[in-house]
């Protein structure tokens, strides 16, 4: 593959940043990558690995003549990041962000960008329960999604470039409008995160069962709810805080199938259960039909696999 930009910027050097660098040096997308990480702790980390070509002590340093500048930070810092790196940008530079929230970072972000510099919002829909500058791998975007989320009046060639780096580290592209946005992953995120932690809260409040039984017996259900409560307790409440529309939107929704269910299980009411159960398998058969998971046992995981 052949270079599409000649230094790009990462602040924040988590997952998906550390993913980033790594997908970029694997195909020489990138001419140099520099990086900038709040926590000194982090900055040093990345620099014992080798993380970036670069690892800068300020984010005006990391952003300075860089033609893409990606906001890899909890949704809630975005804004602050923003008004640093605002007077350092390069003009034609690209900034874009990485945030599972797209309407608040769009209000966050953008009062702060320079004329003549184009930002592009978006969304890798990829991860781990993994965090920090040594979680990253280079095909964690192989065959996920990428959401951009452009403003209108956003230059179309900027866009496109954009889009050629993301599809050349694996991932797919696709546009969508900012508060749809927000409704889908509301739905296909963020409640089910919510969901998961209240499992696991539930678990761990019931004292009617050990925490001894509960580590040794979690079957496949429960064992799942806690590697997606191990997630990144920062970006994850920002995520709540910032989606909070959506999000409470399905949680209502969610609360009203639940009260249904229930009926049907006080009542004996097993034809309804079973209708309800295989209308949902059908959703599992379409993210497999997708290509977005595998039917293979244990989903897909073997002992010591990389999640």
């Not at 709810?225 to 959506?246: Q, Y």
């Not at 929704?253 to 009411?269: H, P, S, W």
Request: aromatic share 6%; net charge negative.
């Amino acid at each position: 593959m052949s270079l599409i930009y000649n230094r790009v910027a990462l602040i924040g050097l988590g997952l998906i940043a550390g993913s980033m660098a790594h997908a970029m040096r694997e195909s020489g997308l990138a001419g140099e990558i520099t990086g900038h990480a709040r926590s000194e702790a982090t900055r040093d980390t990345a620099r014992e690995i080798g993380l970036c070509d670069r690892i800068c002590d300020s984010a005006a340093e990391a952003v300075a003549g860089a033609d893409l500048v990606v906001l890899a930070v909890p949704v809630g810092a975005m804004g602050d990041v923003a008004a640093e790196i605002a007077p350092h940008l390069a003009p034609g530079a690209t900034v874009t962000d990485v945030g599972s929230v797209k309407q608040a970072v769009i209000d966050a972000v953008g009062p702060h960008i320079p004329d003549g510099v184009h930002f592009i919002p978006g969304h890798p829909l990829a991860g781990t329960e993994h965090s920090g500058p040594r979680a990253g791998f280079a095909s964690l975007f192989r065959n996920r999604w990428w959401l951009l989320t452009p403003l209108p009046g956003t230059d179309p060639g900027a866009v496109d470039r954009l889009s050629g780096l993301i599809a050349a580290m694996g991932a797919k592209t696709d546009r969508m409008e900012p508060g749809h946005h927000d409704l889908v992953l509301a739905v296909t995120s963020h409640a089910p995160h919510l969901i998961a932690y209240t499992m696991v809260g539930v678990a761990d409040h019931l004292r009617r069962v050990t925490d001894e039984e509960v580590i040794q017996y979690s079957a496949a259900g429960f064992r799942d709810f806690t590697r997606i409560a191990a997630s990144d307790p920062t970006m994850w409440r920002d995520v709540f805080l910032h989606n909070k529309e959506a999000t409470l939107d399905i949680l209502g929704r969610f609360t009203e199938e639940l009260f249904v269910l229930q009926r049907a299980i006080r009542m004996g009411d097993g034809e309804q259960l079973f209708d309800y159960f295989s209308r949902t398998r059908a959703i599992r058969r379409g993210i497999i039909e997708a290509g977005q998971d595998t039917d293979a046992p244990d989903f897909g995981r073997t002992p010591g696999a990389r999640p």
